[in-house]
C-alpha cells in the first residue's frame, strides 16, 4: 500500500525540468507558479470522469488516463486555444500499481503530445473519479466564442461524428479488440487542439461535441440568437457505424450520442475554402452541415430526434429509481 505522497513521486511527477514549459513551480509545493506569456488570454476549462458514468469500470486503464484528459484538452480547442497547463484531482479506492501504471501512462503520454504540462493534482481515497482542469493561451482576438454565430453563417463539423456512442454500444456489446475504430473513437477521443487553432480567426463560434451535436448546437444558438436548418443526410458518420447501428441508428448517433470530441465550427460561406485547406494539412476533413438561420429553434431534423447527453436525466447509474 502506498502513501499518496508515493503515488505522486512514482506516477506524477515529470521527469525532467523543462524551462520553456513556463512551470516555475510545479508537482510539489503548495501552489504551482506559471509563467503565461504575455499579451495571450488564459483559457481553463476542468471537467470530471466518473467511473460508470463517463468510462466503464472495466476500461483499460491507459484510455481512462488518455480520456480523462482528452475530454478537458477538447474544451481549450474549442476556444482556439494552445493547451500549456494541467492539473489532475483523482479520487481512487485502491492504489493498484499495474492500474496506475497504466492510467499516469495513458495520462502523462496524451500531456506529451499536445504540450501540455502536468503542474500539480490531488489525490484522495474514494470512488474512482478524475478531475481534469486544463489551462490554454490564446490571441485575445482570436478566441472562438459560442457566441459570434451570425445567420446565415455555415455550420461544419471536424472529422466524423457518432463514433463515440457507437464505440460505447461496441464496448457494451463485448467487442474488446483495441483497434477497432470506434472503440478507439469512445475510449481515446483526440482532442482538436490544431483544428481549433487553425479555424480561430475563421470561424465565428464554436463548441466541442461532447454531449451530442443537436445538444452542443444548441448552446451555439443559445449565445448567438438565431437558429439553425441541418441537413442531416450530409453529416459525416465514424468509420464502421452504419455497420453497427444501421443507416437510421447511425444518423441518430450522430445528432445525439455525443462523446466525439469533433468541434461544430460557425464561419461565413466566403471562408469555408481557407478553412478546409487549413484542416486538410492536418489531414482532417470539415463537413457543412447545416446553416444558421435568423429564426429560432432547430430545422430539418424531426424534433424527436433532438435529445443529447444530460446527466439528471432518468434514474441515476445502478440506481433503482
Ligand atoms: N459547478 C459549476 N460552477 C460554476 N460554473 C460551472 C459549473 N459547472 C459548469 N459550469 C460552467 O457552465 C458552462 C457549461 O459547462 P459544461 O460543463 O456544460 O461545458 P460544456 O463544454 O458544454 O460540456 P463538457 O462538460 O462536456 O465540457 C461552463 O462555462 C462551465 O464553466
Ligand atoms: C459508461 C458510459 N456510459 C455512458 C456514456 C455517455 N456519456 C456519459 S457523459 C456524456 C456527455 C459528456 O460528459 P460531460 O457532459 O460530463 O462532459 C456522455 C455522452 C459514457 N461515456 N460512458
Ligand atoms: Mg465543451
Avoid: K
Amino acid at each position: 500500500m502506498h502513501s499518496e505522497f508515493d503515488l505522486i513521486a512514482r506516477y506524477f511527477t515529470p521527469a525532467t525540468p523543462d524551462p520553456e514549459s513556463g512551470v516555475v513551480m510545479g508537482v510539489g509545493d503548495d501552489c504551482a507558479l506559471l509563467a503565461p506569456t504575455p499579451g495571450r488570454r488564459l483559457a481553463v476549462s476542468v471537467d470530471t470522469s466518473v467511473c460508470g458514468v463517463h468510462f466503464p469500470p472495466d476500461a483499460p486503464p491507459e484510455a481512462v488516463g488518455h480520456r480523462a484528459l482528452a475530454v478537458s484538452l477538447s474544451d481549450l480547442a474549442a476556444m482556439g486555444a494552445r493547451a500549456r497547463w494541467c492539473f489532475m484531482s483523482l479520487s481512487l479506492d485502491e492504489s493498484e500499481d499495474a492500474w496506475l501504471e497504466g492510467f499516469s501512462r495513458g495520462f502523462l503520454t496524451l500531456c506529451e503530445a499536445t504540450g501540455t504540462r502536468l503542474a500539480g493534482g490531488d489525490i484522495t481515497r474514494g470512488e474512482l473519479a478524475i478531475g481534469v482542469t486544463v489551462m490554454g493561451e490564446v490571441a485575445p482576438e482570436a478566441a472562438m466564442t459560442r457566441g459570434g454565430g451570425r445567420p446565415g453563417d455555415l455550420v461544419a463539423v471536424t472529422g466524423a461524428l457518432g463514433g463515440g456512442a457507437g464505440g460505447l454500444a461496441a464496448w457494451q456489446a463485448g467487442e474488446r479488440d483495441p483497434v477497432h475504430p470506434l472503440l478507439q473513437r469512445y475510449l481515446t477521443p483526440r482532442p482538436r487542439l490544431a483544428a481549433g487553432e487553425a479555424l480561430a480567426g475563421l470561424a465565428t463560434a464554436a463548441v466541442d461535441i461532447s454531449d451530442g451535436l443537436l445538444a452542443d448546437l444548441g448552446h451555439i444558438l443559445e449565445h448567438s440568437g438565431g437558429g439553425a436548418h441541418l441537413e442531416p443526410e450530409t453529416l459525416p458518420l465514424a468509420e464502421g457505424l452504419v455497420a453497427a447501428l444501421g443507416e437510421e441508428g447511425a444518423r441518430q448517433a450522430a445528432l445525439t450520442g455525443g462523446d466525439d470530441y469533433e468541434l461544430l465550427v460557425c464561419l461565413p460561406a466566403e471562408e469555408l475554402d481557407e478553412a478546409r485547406r487549413r484542416l486538410a494539412a492536418l489531414e482532417l476533413p470539415l463537413t457543412v452541415v447545416g446553416r444558421l438561420t435568423r429564426a429560432p429553434g432547430v430545422s430539418g431534423v424531426p424534433a424527436a430526434q433532438r435529445t443529447g447527453w444530460q446527466h439528471f436525466r432518468g434514474a441515476p447509474p445502478g440506481g433503482t429509481s
